[in-house]
C-alpha cells in the first residue's frame, strides 16, 4: 500500500511537471494534449474506480492550486471520470489498449465541452462548433494518439508495483 | 438509510458536493486558494524552472543553425538603419527633455515613478487549454503581490492573480478572464479591452465599448487608461487590426493585436508598487 502511494505520487508529480512546461513545445495547432485527462483514465481502466477516482480528485486538485482560478473544478471533473470508469475495467482484458484509445475519445470530448459550456452564451452556434472544431477535437484526437503510449507505460508500472507487492506479502 | 451511507453512491454524491461548495467558497474567498497555493508550489516552482531552462537551452540549439543565414541578412539591414536611427536618437532625446520640463511645469503625476520593476522568468504555463495564465519565479519572498502589473519592453502582457511564496501566477491579457480599461492615444476615447476564446488560440484579443462617436481606423494605437487602479496609464496594450460590427449592427468592436508576442513570452517585467 505504502508502496503504490510513493508510486503514484511522483507519478502525478512528473506528469503535472510536464503537463505545465514540456507540452507547451509539442503544440499542434496551438493545442496541447491533456495528460493528465489520459493517466487518470489508463489508472481507472487498470486499477479500477476508488484509485483512479483517488488520482483524479488528487490531481485534479493540484491542476486546480497550481494554474487554474479556482479550487474545485478540475478536482471535480477528474474525480467524475476516475470513478466512472471504474465499472469498466472489469468487462475488458488490460491488455487491450485499444478499448483504451475508445474510452479517451469520448472521454475527452465530455471533458473539455464541460470546460466550454459556460462560454455558450457569449456566442452563436456557428462559432461554437468553430472553437469546437479548431479547440475540443483537435485535443481529442491528440489525447487519443498519446493515450495508447501512456497506457502500455501506466501497465508496465503497474506489473512492477503487483510484483513488488506480492514479493513483500510472501514474507 | 445506513445501506446507502456505506454505498460508493453516497462518497460520489458528498465529494461532489464537497468539492461544488469549494469552488463557490474559493471564488467568493480569494484568501482560501492564495493560502493554499502558497505552500503547495513551493515543491513544483524550481523544478518547473530547471525543466523550463533546459528546454528553451535545447530549443534555442535546435534553431541556432538555421538561424545563421537570417542573421547575415539581418545584421546587414540593421547596419543601413542605424544611421537614420541615431539622427532620430538625438532628436528624442531633446523631446524626451523637453517632455519632463513640460510634466514639472503642469505637474502632472508620473505613475511609473513609484514603481520597481523586476525581471521574472515564465517557468509554467496553464495544464489545460482553455486559459492564459502563467507561472514566474518570483513571489512573495520577492515582494510580489495581487494585481501587479506585468509588462515587457513591447508592451503589457497581465497581472499578477496569484502570488505563491517563490512563483506567482500571472494572468495573461489573452485569457477570456481579462477585462482593461484602456484608451486610444492620441484620440483619447476611452474602451475597454477584453480576452476572448475566438482569438486568443492566434494571440490577438477584441475592444467593446467604443463609443458611437469615436472614430477608430486600423493601426490606431491602444494603451492602458489608468482608470481601476491596477494598470498605470500609458502602458501600450497594442495595435487595432480591424474593426466589425457586432450582431445587433449598432455597436462595434474592434479586433486587438497585442504588442507582446505570447507565443514567443519568455522573460517578463512586473511593475512592484510601492
Known amino acids: 500500500m505504502r508502496n503504490k502511494l510513493v508510486y503514484f505520487s511522483i507519478l502525478l508529480y512528473g506528469i503535472i511537471i510536464i503537463q505545465t512546461t514540456l507540452l507547451d513545445y509539442i503544440r499542434v495547432y496551438n493545442v496541447k ?34 494554474t487554474g482560478n479556482n479550487i ?17 475495467n472489469k468487462r475488458f482484458y488490460k491488455d487491450n489498449f485499444f478499448a483504451c484509445a475508445i474510452i479517451t475519445f ?9 470546460f466550454f459550456i459556460p462560454s455558450f452564451s457569449f456566442y452563436n ?27 502500455i507505460l501506466t501497465l508496465k508500472i503497474n506489473n512492477t508495483i503487483d510484483i513488488k507487492e506480492k514479493t513483500v506479502n510472501k514474507y | 438509510m445506513s445501506n446507502f451511507i ?16 469549494l469552488t463557490g467558497l474559493s471564488k467568493s474567498i480569494p484568501i482560501i486558494p492564495e493560502a493554499v497555493g502558497r505552500y503547495v508550489s513551493i515543491p513544483f516552482a524550481p523544478v518547473e524552472k530547471l525543466v523550463t531552462m533546459g528546454a528553451n537551452k535545447i530549443e534555442d540549439a535546435t534553431t541556432f543553425f538555421r538561424d545563421i543565414q537570417t542573421v547575415r541578412k539581418e545584421n546587414e539591414d540593421l547596419k543601413a538603419q542605424i544611421d537614420s536611427v541615431e539622427k532620430e536618437n538625438r532628436e528624442l532625446k531633446e523631446f524626451r527633455q523637453e517632455n519632463k520640463d513640460l510634466r514639472k511645469a503642469l505637474n502632472i503625476k508620473d505613475q511609473f515613478a513609484s514603481m520597481e520593476p523586476i525581471g521574472a522568468n515564465i517557468i509554467a504555463k496553464d495544464a489545460g487549454n482553455w486559459f492564459d495564465t502563467f507561472i514566474v519565479d518570483r513571489g512573495i519572498n520577492d515582494g510580489i503581490s495581487n494585481d501587479f502589473p506585468v509588462i515587457t519592453s513591447e508592451g503589457l502582457v497581465g497581472r499578477v492573480t496569484q502570488p505563491n511564496s517563490v512563483s506567482s501566477k500571472v494572468e495573461a491579457l489573452i485569457d477570456r478572464n481579462t477585462i482593461i480599461s484602456a484608451r486610444i492615444s492620441q484620440k483619447g ?8 476564446i475566438q482569438y486568443r488560440d492566434m494571440g490577438l484579443c477584441i475592444m467593446d465599448r467604443i463609443p458611437p462617436e469615436a472614430d477608430i481606423v486600423a493601426g490606431d494605437i491602444v494603451e492602458t487608461s489608468g482608470i481601476g ?13 480591424e474593426i466589425r460590427k457586432s ?18 513570452l519568455d522573460e517578463v517585467i512586473i511593475l512592484k508598487k510601492q
Open chain 1, 125 to 151: 452556434l456557428e462559432l461554437i462548433l468553430a472553437i469546437f472544431k479548431s479547440d475540443i477535437l483537435v485535443e481529442t484526437v491528440y489525447n487519443v494518439v498519446m493515450s495508447v503510449p501512456i497506457y
Open chain 2, 6 to 21: 456505506r454505498s460508493k453512491w453516497f462518497l460520489l454524491v458528498s465529494i461532489c458536493l464537497f468539492l461544488l461548495v
Open chain 1, 106 to 114: 469520448i472521454v475527452s470530448l465530455i471533458y473539455e465541452s464541460v
Open chain 2, 247 to 264: 450582431n445587433d449592427e449598432i455597436n462595434k468592436y474592434a479586433i486587438i493585436e497585442p504588442a507582446v508576442d505570447f507565443r514567443r
Open chain 1, 33 to 66: 494534449p491533456n495528460l493528465v485527462l489520459i493517466f487518470i483514465i489508463c489508472i481507472a481502466l487498470i486499477r479500477g474506480g476508488l484509485e483512479g477516482a483517488f488520482f483524479g480528485l488528487t490531481a485534479g486538485l493540484l491542476q486546480d492550486i497550481l
Open chain 2, 189 to 196: 476615447d476611452l474602451v475597454r479591452v477584453k480576452g476572448d
Open chain 1, 72 to 88: 474545485g473544478p478540475y478536482a471535480l471533473m477528474g474525480f467524475l471520470v476516475g470513478f466512472s470508469l471504474g465499472d469498466f
Open chain 2, 229 to 241: 487602479g491596477i494598470y498605470p496609464r500609458g502602458i501600450l496594450i497594442g495595435k487595432v487590426k
